[in-house]
T-cell receptor, first 116, second 116 residues
Framework: ETGVTQSPTHLIKTRGQQVTLRCSSQ?????VSWYQQALGQGPQFIFQ???????GRGNFPPRFSGLQFPNYSSELNVNALELDDSALYLC???????????????FGAGSRLTVL | GEDVEQSLFLSVREGDSSVINCTYT??????LYWYKQEPGAGLQLLTY?????DMKQDQRLTVLLNKKDKHLSLRIADTQTGDSAIYFC????????????????FGKGTKLSVKP
């Protein structure tokens, strides 16, 4: 059973640029959530995708967008990058049918984005 | 609003017990989680507890929940140097696809240092 894999692991961008981060969910998982973890902070929920549609969104502007593909993998896109977007971006997959009610997430190792 | 608070640092000696505390504010939360994050890694789920329980034990880990005071604790028995990491407390409402996506609200994390 493969875990959650994310790419790239590290990247550097400049203000105003756009970035795409990728995530492959754990085998058997059909739901993907994205979290932003700034340095010294806990992860903050960006959005979740279920059946290729956005199924909930945190307090993030529209320049944060995503996709989920038929194989359940996902992308996070951020347009018009700002310095405050520098963070570790974590992808997590889950399968709601496994455990009723609890949101048991399997996290990837993250993509560390630095915006200069 | 929703908020999860944790003390930022804890230092213990190898072999001692560690107790990491957390308070939360969302009275509708029904699941509470403990995650571990090692340097350069994503988050690893340690355990979770449903709000109608007041205790859960899993090998060296004991979770205590005081729902009246909205206080959660994680006790690690016989702490080892390999337990050195950041521990995150999180809360969520139940997963209900089409309704609540059960996103997790995380605290800022407690950095546990274990001295030999």
């Amino acid at each position: 059973e493969t875990g959650v894999t994310q790419s790239p692991t590290h990247l550097i961008k400049t203000r105003g640029q756009q970035v795409t981060l990728r995530c492959s969910s754990q085998s058997g998982h059909n739901t993907v959530s994205w979290y932003q973890q700034a340095l010294g902070q806990g992860p903050q929920f960006i959005f979740q995708y279920y059946r290729e549609e956005e199924n909930g969104r945190g307090n993030f502007p529209p320049r944060f967008s995503g996709l989920q593909f038929p194989n359940y993998s996902s992308e996070l896109n951020v347009n018009a990058l700002e310095l405050d977007d520098s963070a570790l971006y974590l992808c997590a997959s889950s399968y709601p049918g496994r455990v009723s009610g609890a949101n048991v997430l399997t996290f990837g190792a993250g993509s560390r984005l630095t915006v200069l | 609003g929703e908020d999860v608070e944790q003390s930022l640092f804890l230092s213990v000696r190898e072999g001692d017990s560690s107790v990491i505390n957390c308070t939360y504010t969302d009275s509708s939360s029904t699941y509470l989680y403990w995650y571990k994050q090692e340097p350069g890694a994503g988050l690893q789920l340690l355990t979770y507890i449903f709000s109608n329980m007041d205790m859960k034990q899993d090998q060296r880990l004991t979770v205590l929940l005081n729902k009246k005071d909205k206080h959660l604790s994680l006790r690690i028995a016989d702490t080892q140097t390999g337990d050195s990491a950041i521990y995150f407390c999180a809360e969520s409402s139940p997963v209900n696809y089409g309704g609540s996506q059960g996103n997790l609200i995380f605290g800022k994390g407690t950095k546990l240092s274990v001295k030999p």
